[in-house]
């Protein structure tokens, strides 16, 4: 039973860690000219609307992204360490308010150059349309409706023999995958 839903939990602290820990993975990708792949799992919808009745719900954002959007309080190294995560949620939203909030595959596409490619997987029924529709007609994305596990397995190796894999799958789903 695919249960687990990410709206409820999007942007908790342990999200902030996660795509803080993400960004900088990448970042330190970036340092060769060379391409790399970024491989997402379980990749949810892409972006979470934090005003949302599921987000509002649990208000878990605000113990997370809450505490630092607008903070001016971050220490300068911090601050710089964290700009490029800090940029893709401001690239989400047009104003000073948090609305939106990145899920790993918008953070990762914050963070791609051109020669650079995604490929995400999502087995939810209702997730998978709308994280299609958040990578509409991006060529530097492939999208599959199937087992992140598996397409993972037939996805190794990367022609680009470098990347990044993140595997963020839920306690909800462990009786449902087969490996």
């Known amino acids: 039973m695919l249960s687990y839903r990410h709206s409820f939990h999007a942007g908790n602290h342990a999200d902030v860690v996660k795509h803080i820990v993400q960004s900088l993975i990448l970042n330190s990708l970036k340092n060769k000219e060379k ?3 970024y491989h997402d799992t379980h990749s949810g919808v ?3 609307d934090l005003t949302h009745e599921w987000s509002e719900k649990t208000g878990e954002y605000k113990q997370g992204i809450g505490r630092i959007w607008g903070n001016t309080d971050i220490p300068q190294q911090v601050a710089e360490e964290i700009a490029s995560y800090i940029e893709s949620i401001e690239t989400l939203n047009n104003s000073d308010t948090l609305r939106y ?5 918008r953070v990762a596409r914050a963070h ?15 997730d998978f349309p709308l994280l299609e529709q958040e ?3 991006d060529r530097q994305v492939k999208i599959f409706k199937e087992d992140g596990f598996k397409r993972l397995k037939g996805s190794l190796p990367p022609a680009e023999r470098r990347g990044l894999v993140l ?8 009786g449902n995958i087969v490996m």
């Open 35 to 37: 391409p790399f792949v």
């Open 135 to 137: 990578f509409h007609r």
């Open 167 to 174: 595997i963020d799958r839920h306690t909800s789903w462990l």
């Open 46 to 48: 892409g972006r979470y």
């Open 101 to 105: 909030y990145p899920g790993s595959p």
């Open 112 to 126: 791609l150059r051109p020669q650079d490619r995604m490929v995400l997987t999502e087995l939810h029924p209702s």
